[in-house]
């Protein structure tokens, strides 16, 4: 067979369908595709009421998920070319399931599939402990890093009580974004995404005991206005919490970036604008 020969795979199959994966404790990921099929389907329907595409990440720990009983969820904006996400929870120990549809300006959210759920892998130590013990567990370390972190660098061997070793990995785990609350309504909402994963580990090919630093940004936009009115964020529709309250957070990169907030009252006849101006620069 000669070069020539291979056929390269396409990049769509002119399907409908989303799929979510485990990454680690804190990060899922999740790839879909909508066909043009569907596209137009949904465009004709809900024509001038569409406000932006989105995935809606729900929590079901604990029950058998049907689209409408689900814990909380919070939406991620994205854009009709992106076609898969990394996902980050900042909630340990969860189930999760993931949507891909249609914000609608009237605050509704039209699911265009409904992908698998997931649950992701548990962090922390094992409840499972020795019968003859189970206050301690007994290892041999040759890593002194890890005495260090209990202030025990005299032996080589050593008992770690279970608090020592949540404590030592509390030191290592990636922090805890806050989740926000969601009443099981499709009013309330919240929107956290990244459009790649950060790792709190060193860099790659960084030399041992090396001397490192990593860090990145997010924005939180929140506020309140009158229950029933209408908010929008760069021209997209932000459904509020019954008391008017709402709280959108955005990753962004490098440069000068605007945000204009505003807000329209129930009979049209009055409007409040923000804009913030934001200019981030990485040196």
Known sequence: MKINDFVSLPTSYND????????????????????QETKSHFTSKYANNISSLALRVYDVAGISFDGSNFSRYFDIWISESSDHWYI???E????????????????GFATVARSNCVRLPKYGISNVVDDEDNSWAS???????????????????????????EDYFDSYKMPSSKFFN?????????????SKPFSFYPPKNTAENSFWLKADMEVTIYGAT???????????????KKDGSFR????????????????????????????????????
Not at 99 to 106: A, C, F, S
Not at 182 to 194: D, H, L, N, T
Request: glycine content about 6%.
């Open 92 to 107: 340990y120990n969860k189930v999760w399931c993931v949507e891909v549809g249609y914000l609608l300006r009237d605050g």
């Open 248 to 283: 959108v957070k955005f990753y962004f990169s490098d440069g000068a970036q605007q945000h204009l907030v505003e807000a329209v009252s129930s009979h049209k006849d009055k409007s409040k604008r923000i804009v913030f101006i934001i200019d981030k620069q990485t040196k």
């Open 88 to 90: 980050n929870i900042g």
């Open 182 to 194: 969601m009443p099981s309504s499709s009013s309330s909402s919240s929107f956290s995404s990244s």
């Open 139 to 165: 290892i041999h370390v040759t890593d002194k890093a890890i005495f260090e972190q209990v202030g025990n660098t005299s032996t080589t061997t050593a008992k770690f009580t279970r608090q020592e070793w």
């Open 16 to 35: 409908t369908k989303i799929k979510l994966l485990p990454k680690d404790p804190l990060w899922m990921f999740t790839y879909w595709e909508i066909s």
């Open 226 to 240: 009158v229950p029933g009115s209408t908010l929008t964020i760069q021209g997209k529709a932000v459904p509020l």
